[in-house]
């Protein structure tokens, strides 16, 4: 038996209460995660491109204020 297999089987047998606990714990990895590609993405330049195209946005008046 693998370890995928391993685990769902475990998952499987977990209360309700303790299945929630788990499924939290396991979403925030995943933000935890995305926020680092986020940050890495940031620094290094790759989501420049957003920035020009609010800028751009806004100089042509299409901006939306939230």
Avoid: P
Wanted: proline share 0%; aromatic share 10%; no cysteine.
């Amino acid at each position: 038996m693998n370890k995928v297999t391993e685990l769902e089987k475990a998952v499987n047998e977990l209360s309700e209460q303790e299945y929630r606990e788990f499924r939290q714990r396991f979403l925030e990895r995943d933000w935890e995660k995305w926020d680092q590609q986020i940050e890495a993405d940031s620094k290094s330049g790759k989501l420049d491109f957003l920035m020009q195209e609010a800028l751009d946005a806004k100089k042509r008046g299409e901006q939306q204020n939230l």
